[in-house]
């Protein structure tokens, strides 16, 4: 059972209300088991937390043992730092819940809640927090990185709408971290990723949102410079209500798209819009999209805001190979564009995909040292995910995204959004990411972990005395 044996594992056992999951247990394949399959580490025991008080004596544990310790939320990172071999994970997913205040108009959420959970309870109310764009997603994580999806330019990032996080720190205290008390903890954790503390439960502030307009629009590949060139002055200059991030891709082979089109390379834009942007108004603000080129497809349709939530969650479950990398940008240059069409016509499978998701509107009122967030002047946060159900593709995939970020990344603002860092990508990415928040971020880490426990993540390590 690597480092922990099995008299450990049963005072471990002793200490917690939930269970303690170890090789010899018939769930732990179904525990090491995350979003990426190309991801297989082997811990030496899952300590699955139902409340505070199995937080707080997991920490303990790993603290004073000295064993590896890494935090499962939703378990979406894609280079997989929610596992850790031959230590010790501590499981959030039983601490999954939701409670909306109306009367404050704002949520609390257990830190094993997934995106969906938070969507499907502020929904009920007309309400929703601007997060990501498929419900699987864990809260904690995307949050904790800053979060970005469709109502960026609406209502910012997630963390700007985060009010408060109640986290247990390395020494195992339990503190409420606000702009009241703990504000550097507060400001590290917004964008700072998971090197603090474990964050049991944030508080968010709700925003009116129920019905919203989505849509997907897709052109032929061949047409991608002409879409993309389009695209980069067409939706900085659209109303905040209205988003649209915007991808290459294989059409997928399902409804709402017909079938002569299914499977075919393409470039598109998934819209999503708010407010009173609906119906004609709707079509009338995105008639637009005839102008670059004749769509292959266009649809628009009134959605409640969880069903576009959960409109990708089928395309892409969990279990499949994946491999990424990002890169923030501040303009689409020519060259990018070049790079982007050059990608997109030789897509390796079905699911690989390139994503731009615009963080500009609301998450440009905040500066750059309001929050860890760093790139508050970013247009587009991108993604490239090299993507396949089959595990002899995974190197294929693995290529075509490492050759299309290296080719792309000359045209970016240097940094990246933390959780589209890839594995292996190095200190000097996650600095680069920080910009100059990252001596603040050293500081407050020495702060509160000197001892670097919390390192099973995009790690920044404490500040020297």
Not at 116 to 127: P, T, V
Not at 195 to 204: E, K, R
Not at 227 to 246: D, I, K
Not at 423 to 443: F, P
Request: charged content about 20%.
């Amino acid at each position: 059972m690597g480092t922990i044996d099995e008299a450990a594992v049963g005072n471990l056992r002793e200490a917690l209300r939930g269970p303690v999951i170890t090789p010899r247990d018939p769930g732990y394949d179904e525990a090491r088991t995350i979003y990426n399959a190309m991801i297989d580490r082997r811990p030496a025991a899952f300590a699955r937390c139902v409340d505070v008080a199995d937080v707080r004596a997991t920490v303990a544990f790993a603290r004073d043992r000295g064993d590896d310790l890494a935090v499962f939320g939703g378990g979406h990172s894609g280079p997989g730092l929610c596992l850790v071999d031959d230590g010790l994970v501590l499981d959030l997913t039983p601490m999954r819940w939701v409670r909306v205040d109306p009367e404050s108009d704002t949520v609390q959420v257990g830190g094993g809640s997934r995106l969906g959970d938070l969507d499907h309870a502020a929904h009920d109310f007309g309400r929703a927090v601007p997060s990501g764009i498929m419900s699987t997603t864990g809260v904690g994580g995307l949050t904790l990185g800053g979060g970005h999806g469709h109502l960026t330019r609406r209502y910012g990032l997630t963390i700007d709408s985060l009010l408060s996080a109640d986290v247990v720190l390395a020494d195992g205290s339990y503190v409420t971290a606000s702009e009241e008390n703990h504000p550097d903890l507060f400001w590290a954790l917004r964008g700072g990723g998971g090197n603090f503390g474990v964050v049991t439960s944030f508080t968010f502030r709700l925003h009116p949102v129920g019905t919203v307009g989505a849509g997907v629009t897709v052109w032929p590949v061949d047409r991608t410079p002409e879409v993309l060139s389009w695209y980069r002055e067409f939706l900085p200059a659209a109303p905040e209500e209205l988003n649209g991030f915007f991808a290459v891709l294989a059409v997928p082979p399902g409804p709402p798209f017909p079938e002569p089109l299914h499977g075919q390379k393409a470039c598109g834009v998934v819209w999503c819009c708010t407010g009173d942007l609906h119906g004609d108004r709707l079509e009338e603000v995105l008639a637009a999209v005839y102008e670059p080129a004749p769509p292959a497809f266009h649809f628009t349709t009134p959605m409640p805001y969880p069903g576009l939530q959960t409109m990708f969650d089928t395309l892409i479950p969990a279990g499949l190979q994946w491999y990424w990398r990002g890169d923030f940008f501040d303009a689409i240059s020519d060259g990018a564009v070049d790079v982007h069409h050059k990608y997109a016509e030789n897509l390796p499978t079905a699911l690989s995909t390139m994503h731009l998701y615009p963080v500009d509107g609301a998450a440009h009122r905040v500066g750059p040292g309001d929050t860890a967030w760093a790139y508050r002047d970013a247009l587009w946060s991108g993604v490239i995910g090299g993507i396949d159900p089959d595990p002899a593709n995974a190197e294929l995939v693995r290529e075509w995204c490492v050759g299309y970020w290296s080719d792309l990344h000359p045209h970016s603002m240097g940094g990246s959004y933390v959780n589209f860092i890839g594995e292996q990508e190095g200190t000097d990415r996650v600095r680069a990411t920080y910009r100059g928040n990252y001596d603040r971020l050293a500081a407050v880490k020495r702060a509160y972990d000197p001892d670097n426990l919390f390192h099973a993540n995009q790690n920044i390590p404490p500040a020297p005395d």
